[in-house]
Nanobody, 118 residues
Framework: QLVESGGGLVQAGGSLTLSCAASGSIFSISAMGWYRQAPGKQRDFVADITSGGSTNYVGSVKGRFTISRHNAKNTVYLQMNSLKPEDTAVYYC??????????????WGQGTQVTVSS
């Protein structure tokens, strides 16, 4: 239901752009975002963006990563600049919806590998 693309191998200092498209079966998406998981570590928040365009970033990527969203296409992007080896991880797209009772539902992509070489 969430299809990611754009991962790959890049040298330190380089750039990559990740994309994630939500299928039509996911309705009324509230926030869309990105998480990452390095080998042997937990999955961590990277950035998210609400339907209104408000953004949040983890401190380590502020000023280097930019999240954006095309609401009509249910697509979220993550522009990653000045990449560092410590950015190496599997990046997961996330979409959040709420039902009429306010219960939150999370949807996840399959993950895309980003590897930054030093």
């Amino acid at each position: 239901q969430l299809v990611e693309s754009g991962g790959g191998l890049v040298q330190a200092g380089g750039s990559l752009t990740l994309s994630c498209a939500a299928s039509g079966s996911i309705f009324s998406i509230s926030a869309m975002g990105w998480y990452r998981q390095a080998p042997g570590k937990q999955r961590d928040f990277v950035a998210d963006i609400t339907s209104g365009g408000s953004t949040n970033y983890v401190g380590s990527v502020k000023g280097r990563f930019t999240i954006s969203r095309h609401n009509a296409k249910n697509t979220v992007y993550l522009q990653m600049n000045s990449l560092k080896p410590e950015d190496t991880a599997v990046y997961y797209c996330n979409a959040v919806t709420y039902d009429s009772s306010g219960i939150r539902y999370d949807y996840w992509g399959q993950g895309t590998q980003v590897t930054v070489s030093s």
